[in-house]
């Protein structure tokens, strides 16, 4: 509520931000309101530092004998930090594949990219082109270290949110059949781009490039060179990307970002779910248990019990609560159909009467029918208030189709082989 002498009550979130940084060593007064505690008003001095957070947040061994490697952001220690993670897992016997998980990596520095392929690829490896205007404007990356391990069975996971420097990654390592991608399609990014000064302390952000990695192919998905009437532009339909080949001969295209060997339906998320997430429900009552719980168990050991999912519908007011009832809508929806095209009489209202009793939404009854995936988001909440990212991390790893998957695979040889060689005409 006050940053030294000045309320903040009421601004932005980018301007409290603004407000609370300075250089390293200055100090500042803070003036908080915490809810659910009885002495709600607290001040604290504090001194700045630079930040430094870390490219790998957490890493471990999963299901036993996988080695499992998160990596948020392609930074100049990126790199560094995934070799650290990997040397010491490699130091337990039990670890017999690794898993180097890029999901939501929005990306980040292209030299940190070709670092962190090499780790699993020969020395002088090619990982990417990147060419401008004219032939003299193209620059070739190849890895220029040692490799950590050139055979372990490797797992690289993407979706959506993987970009930039994540697909340079996870699409070389494809391209080079060195890991099995798996997740969902890619962002699609395949653009280089630099800064260069304007007068009054402005900026230029300016694409001097395009990246093409070891198989020829670029993964961007937008053309921005062919824009529609209205001047926006759309991603490249599947149907006019091209074919290209892995070093073993396997099909792989352009155009759309970074396709994965062994895709992942994570199903839909229902409006429930999504209400309790983006009207801050969990959030806010992970707030209200951390001030009435001083600690809880481990990351690894922390499970919803009975009395806290009880505890969490009791904290959702109806009254406040809102999401689609899709029964309801497409039921109505399906009477006003009926009625225009002349059904609607008395026999079928009669039934529509006895279906809407049957479809009839109860919040109690959603929510005991979506325990699990509430389960999954409550826990995820409580436990970063007491062990923040790594130890959201864990909670989220307990219930990962994903990894789920990728254990099936990393223990199978044959079908890990498999995955990794050109199909042939019989088995395509």
């Not at 053309?223 to 006019?240: K, Q, T």
């Amino acid at each position: 509520v006050k940053i030294d002498n000045d309320s903040v009550t009421g601004w932005h979130s980018s301007q409290v931000s603004e407000k609370l940084k300075g250089q390293p060593g200055t100090k500042l007064q803070v003036t908080v309101k915490r809810p659910y505690v009885t002495d709600s008003i607290k001040t604290f001095d504090i001194t700045r530092r630079k930040i430094q957070l870390p490219a790998v947040p957490y890493y471990g061994v999963l299901k036993d004998n996988i080695g499992y490697i998160y990596l948020t952001s392609f930074t100049d220690k990126a790199a560094s930090e995934v070799k650290d993670a990997l040397v010491e897992l490699k130091k337990n016997p039990n670890v017999k594949s690794i898993v180097l998980d890029l999901r939501g990596n929005r990306g980040g520095l292209l030299e940190a990219a070709v670092k962190i392929v090499g780790l699993f690829v020969p020395k002088n490896t090619e990982v990417l082109r990147t060419r401008g205007k004219g032939l003299l404007n193209e620059k070739v990356y190849k890895t220029t270290s040692a490799p950590v391990d050139t055979e372990i069975p490797l797992a690289v996971l993407i979706d959506g949110g993987s970009a930039s420097s994540s697909e340079i990654t996870a699409g070389a390592l494809q391209d080079l059949d060195r890991a099995v991608i798996m997740g969902a399609r890619s962002y699609g990014k395949g653009l280089v781009q630099t800064t260069r000064p304007l007068p009054y302390d402005g900026m230029l952000k300016v694409t001097i490039a395009k990246y093409y990695i070891p198989s020829g192919r670029l993964i961007q998905a937008i053309d921005y060179s062919h824009r529609n009437p209205d001047g926006s532009v759309a991603r490249i339909p599947d149907s006019l990307t091209n074919v290209f080949t892995t070093i073993h001969g396997r099909e792989v295209r352009d155009g759309g970002g970074i396709t994965p060997d062994v895709k992942i339906d994570y199903g839909e998320v229902n409006r429930l779910t999504y209400n309790i997430v983006s009207d801050n429900w969990a959030f806010n009552y992970a707030t209200k248990y951390a001030a009435e719980h001083p600690e809880i168990a481990a990351a690894e050991d922390f499970v919803i019990t009975d009395s806290i999912f009880n505890d969490f519908k009791s904290f959702i007011d109806p009254d406040k609560f809102n999401y689609d009832k899709v029964c309801e809508s497409m039921l109505a929806a399906l009477k006003s159909t009926a009625e225009i095209e002349g059904y609607m009489n008395d026999s079928t209202k009669a039934e529509f009467a006895v279906l809407e009793g049957l479809l009839k939404h109860n919040l109690s009854h959603d929510l005991d029918n979506n325990r699990e995936d509430i389960e999954g988001i409550l826990a995820g909440e409580i436990v970063k208030r007491y062990y923040y990212q790594k130890g959201q991390v864990i909670e989220t790893l307990k219930r990962d189709v994903t990894i789920d998957s990728a254990e099936v695979i990393l223990n199978d040889k044959a079908r890990y082989n498999a995955i990794l060689s050109p199909a042939t005409k019989k088995n395509s």
